[in-house]
């Protein structure tokens, strides 16, 4: 019911949008058959019809204004119904003055009568047969009363003359059944094209809030991440001052690599999470490439080693100017796809210079992937070998993120392969002509750097307060932690302590309190304003502009205790 009534209002706008040029039309018709007819048909009749005609030609005009005006009009079924009576009365109107003028003429004024007549049915095929009803209306009243009328005239000329005309009317009411379902064809058409626009509008619109929730979500879970990490690193920081035994600091070393690559991580898995709705923009930076490919592989030598597969490295010394951290994810996830899907093999690594671009190759000799396959690997979920869909063999996103960052970074990603023979992923990138930044060296923190300050810790999390509590302590610091502004200002109040040197606070707090705010508080107990470092696992640019408006320092979350150390003497050193 509901398509039907669509269906009509389209019939009504497709009648209303045509009548202009049919009235128009009409009034020229009008005023040439008054011209030729004035001498030859009564005034009495003549004059009173055109009268009519010409009164009628603009209630029509008018009611089709009046339609196109008011496009809300709940019952289109009405307007075609009154549309149909008025075309009607129009083509009776003509019907009538057929009738009246048939008797006295000659033939010749018959024929140029009824090529007149049926010109004007043809003419209005389009227009009306988009409605039957309207058409018929119009049609059968003008026509068949005077092929009627022809037969009852003496002379053979007269009833071929009506016949013709009777056989053209047929045939233009069989025309117009077949445009009638052609019109309506086109007219469901478009409203089923219609509909499925507005459909496909409706499920954007729900992936935009599938999208918004989603990284509302990431950015929630980052945060909740990035708190254990950083606490990990700092008693890490701190037990790193407790050890003396040379194997003691080695294991050390290990364990700081692996929580620095897992921040690293973290971070790139978090940015990565927002490239779908454009939230990720690429930090470009001039690097060496050989180092850079040289440290991922060494992350991956034991998992390598696990399943067998040796990692053989051919690398030329040279320079890439990109974003460092969307790079090494593409080749970490490539990496580790290789060893997830192959054991007992080789896995090399090499680039291979060519004029001013040089190109990254990941290839192995392992089971290799059916070419039949190589469209669908870079879809999100999707996972060859693992029909039980298996969590512990991941969840298929590896290579669909490198396929993001790929058209992120305007990175072309090749991919050849063969079964039993392996497979080779290659990624083309520019060669940097320039001298690659010098990477910032950060010295061990000594116990006697830091040691006298007094610093203030406002942390929510336990784990972290208690972290970065015990790593200060090591270095010599004097340090008072509270998990909130209100408790900070209590004990404050309570003991007398002096001015601290600095201030470190998270940004999120409970109870929607911020770290800014619990600064500031501080800041009017002592009534002057201290050195603050945010360190927080917000790294949304809302936060970076707030910490930058008051003039903070700001470290993101996970923050190794060697950066801490550092970022902690730079600032008392430009105080």
């Known amino acids: 019911m509901f398509v039907d009534k669509k269906i009509k209002a389209e019939q009504v706008k497709i009648l209303c949008s045509q009548s202009a040029i049919a009235l128009l039309a009409t009034l020229i018709i009008l005023v040439l058959i008054i011209s030729f007819f004035n001498d030859r048909i009564e005034h009495s009749f003549l004059i009173p019809w055109a009268a009519w005609l010409l009164v009628f030609t603009g209630s029509r005009a008018y009611l089709i204004m009046t339609f196109r005006k008011k496009n809300d009009v709940k019952s289109p079924d009405y307007r075609l119904k009154l549309y149909t009576f008025t075309i009607f009365l129009s083509g009776l109107s003509w019907g009538v003055l057929l009738l009246q003028i048939s008797h006295p003429v000659t033939v010749n004024e018959v024929l140029l009568l009824s090529f007149i007549l049926t010109g004007m049915i043809a003419g209005a095929l389009l227009p009306l047969s988009c409605y039957l ?48 379902r052609n019109i309506l064809d086109s007219i469901k058409l478009r409203l089923k094209n ?121 690398l030329n010394q040279v320079s890439v100017n990109t974003d460092q951290v969307l790079l ?50 870079f879809s999100e979920f999707y996972q060859l070998n693992n029909p039980e869909r298996d969590k512990n063999k991941g969840l298929g996103l590896g290579l669909a993120i490198v396929k993001r960052l790929s058209d992120l970074l305007l990175i072309p990603i090749e991919v050849e392969s063969e079964i039993a023979k392996g497979a080779r992923f290659s990624l083309t990138l520019a060669i940097e002509k320039r001298k690659t930044s010098r990477i ?9 750097a830091l040691a006298g300050l007094f610093i203030i810790v406002i942390e929510d999390q336990q ?7 015990v790593l200060l302590r090591n270095w010599g610091c004097e340090v ?96």
């Not at 945060?223 to 080695?250: M, N």
């Not at 001013?356 to 469209?375: H, P, T």
């Not at 910032?440 to 006697?448: A, D, G, K, T």
């Not at 909130?484 to 007398?496: C, G, P, Y």
């Open 480 to 575: 008072l932690v509270s998990s909130s502004q209100k408790k900070m200002i209590a004990t404050l109040a309570k003991d007398n302590y002096p001015l601290p040197d600095l201030i470190i606070s998270d940004y999120r707090l409970r109870d929607k309190q911020n770290g800014i705010d619990a600064v500031r508080a501080v800041d009017d107990y002592f009534k002057t304003k201290i050195p603050v470092l945010i360190v927080t696992g917000d790294s949304s640019a809302e936060t970076f502009s707030e910490v930058a408006d008051h003039n903070y320092s700001i470290l993101i979350k996970p923050v190794s205790s060697l950066v801490l150390g550092s970022k902690i003497k730079a600032m008392l050193k430009s105080k």
């Open 194 to 314: 219609i509909k499925l626009l507005e459909d496909l509008n409706i499920q954007k619109d729900l992936a935009d809030v599938a999208n918004n929730d989603k990284s509302r979500f990431l950015v929630a879970t980052s945060h909740d991440l990035r708190q254990p990490l950083y606490a990990l690193d700092l008693y890490l920081g701190a037990l790193g001052i407790e050890l003396k035994e040379p194997k003691q600091l080695d294991l050390l070393d290990k364990a700081q690599l692996s929580t620095s690559t897992l921040s690293a991580l973290l971070n790139a898995l978090m940015d990565v999470s927002k490239l779908d709705s454009g939230g990720v923009q690429p930090s470009p930076s001039c690097f060496d490439l050989n180092n850079s490919v040289l440290a991922i592989c060494r992350d991956y030598e034991q998992a390598a080693k696990e399943k067998g597969i040796e990692i053989k490295t051919d």
């Open 133 to 180: 009803p309207a058409y018929f209306a119009f049609s059968i009243p003008m026509l068949m009363p005077f092929s009627i009328n022809m037969f009852n005239q003496k002379g053979e000329e007269f009833s071929s003359i009506g016949l013709l005309v009777m056989i053209f009317l047929v045939s233009m009411l069989l025309f117009s059944i077949l445009v009638n």
């Open 328 to 377: 090494g994810r593409m080749i970490r996830n490539l990496i580790s796809n290789a060893i997830s899907h192959n054991e007992n093999c080789c896995l090399t690594i090499a680039t291979i210079l060519d004029n001013d671009k040089v190109r990254l190759d990941i290839s192995d000799n392992g089971k290799g992937i059916a070419k039949v396959e190589l469209d669908n690997i």
């Open 440 to 448: 910032n060296v950060i010295e061990p923190i000594e116990n006697l």
């Open 463 to 469: 784990t972290v307060r208690d972290a970065t509590k």
